[in-house]
C-alpha cells in the first residue's frame, strides 16, 4: 500500500465493552508506534515496536490497555473495558531507519 | 524530563507577511527535533527536521540550543499554509508532541 492504514476510522463503544484497533503499516517499515490524541492536544506516545518486538510500552495508561505485532507487520491495540477517558483519535505511525514517521488517519474512537 | 510546548494554541496572519510558530523544549541530552503538519482532513506529515537543516515549501526551522528553541519560519506566508503545526522531540524513538499551533493566513 502507499501509506499506514488504519481501521476502522471510526468506532463507537459503549462503556465496558473491548476494542480492537488495527494498523498495516507501510511495507517493510520494521518500526511502528501507537499514539493517543486527545482534542486539542498533540499525540502522545503510548506503545512502539520493532519488528514484532515491543521495546517501549510505557505510554500505555493502564493495563487495559495492550498492544500486539505477532508477524512484525500489522500490530492491532486493544483495549478492555473502555471508559469514556479513552475517547480519543488513536494513530499509528512506521518507520523504517531514519526515525521520521509516516502516520496513518487515525481511528476516532468514541466511548459512550 | 522532555516536554514540548507550543505557547501560541493559533495563528493569523495575512497572504504575504512573515509567520513564525514558537516551539521550546526542554531535553537533557542532544535534541532531535522535528516540525510536522496536518492539513485539513489529511493526516499527519512530516515537514521538516533539524537534523537535515532543510527548506521544506519555503519554511525554515533552527535549532537554538541556548534558548531551547525550535522556532518554525517562513518570509512569506501563502494560504495553502493554513494548518495544524506540531513541533515534536525525538527520544530514544519515543516521540514528546506539542500541542499544536494552528496557523490561520488570511487572503
Known amino acids: 500500500g502507499a501509506g499506514v492504514s488504519q481501521s476502522p476510522r471510526y468506532k463507537v463503544a459503549k462503556r465496558g465493552q473491548d476494542v480492537a484497533l488495527r494498523c498495516d503499516p507501510i511495507?517493510?517499515?520494521?518500526?511502528l508506534f501507537w499514539y493517543q490524541q486527545a482534542l486539542g492536544q498533540g499525540p502522545e506516545f503510548l506503545t512502539y515496536?520493532?519488528?514484532?518486538?515491543?521495546?517501549?510500552k510505557s505510554g500505555l495508561p493502564s493495563d487495559r490497555f495492550f498492544a500486539e505485532r505477532p508477524e512484525g507487520s500489522v500490530s492491532t491495540l486493544k483495549i478492555q473495558r473502555t471508559q469514556q477517558e479513552d475517547s480519543a483519535v488513536y494513530l499509528c505511525?512506521?518507520?523504517?531507519?531514519?526515525?521520521?514517521?509516516?502516520f496513518g488517519a487515525g481511528t476516532r474512537l468514541s466511548v459512550l | 524530563a522532555q516536554r514540548v510546548t507550543q505557547p501560541e494554541k493559533l495563528l493569523s496572519v495575512f497572504k504575504g507577511a512573515p509567520v513564525e510558530l514558537k516551539c521550546n523544549y526542554s531535553?537533557?541530552?542532544?535534541?532531535?527535533l522535528f516540525w510536522y503538519v496536518q492539513y485539513s482532513r489529511q493526516r499527519l506529515q512530516l515537514l521538516l527536521r533539524?537534523?537535515s537543516r532543510e527548506s521544506i515549501k519555503g519554511f525554515t526551522a533552527d535549532l537554538n540550543k541556548g534558548e531551547t528553541s525550535f522556532h518554525l519560519k517562513k518570509p512569506f506566508a501563502q494560504e495553502e499554509d493554513s494548518a495544524m503545526y506540531y513541533c515534536?522531540?525525538?527520544?530514544?524513538?519515543?516521540?514528546?508532541f506539542g500541542s499544536g499551533t494552528k496557523l490561520n493566513v488570511k487572503p
Open positions: 515534536a522531540l525525538n527520544n530514544f524513538n519515543k516521540f514528546y
Open positions: 531535553y537533557s541530552g542532544s535534541p532531535e
Open positions: 515496536f520493532q519488528n514484532e518486538a515491543q521495546l517501549d
Open positions: 511495507s517493510g517499515h520494521v518500526s
Open positions: 505511525a512506521s518507520s523504517f531507519s531514519d526515525r521520521a514517521s509516516s
Open positions: 533539524h537534523i
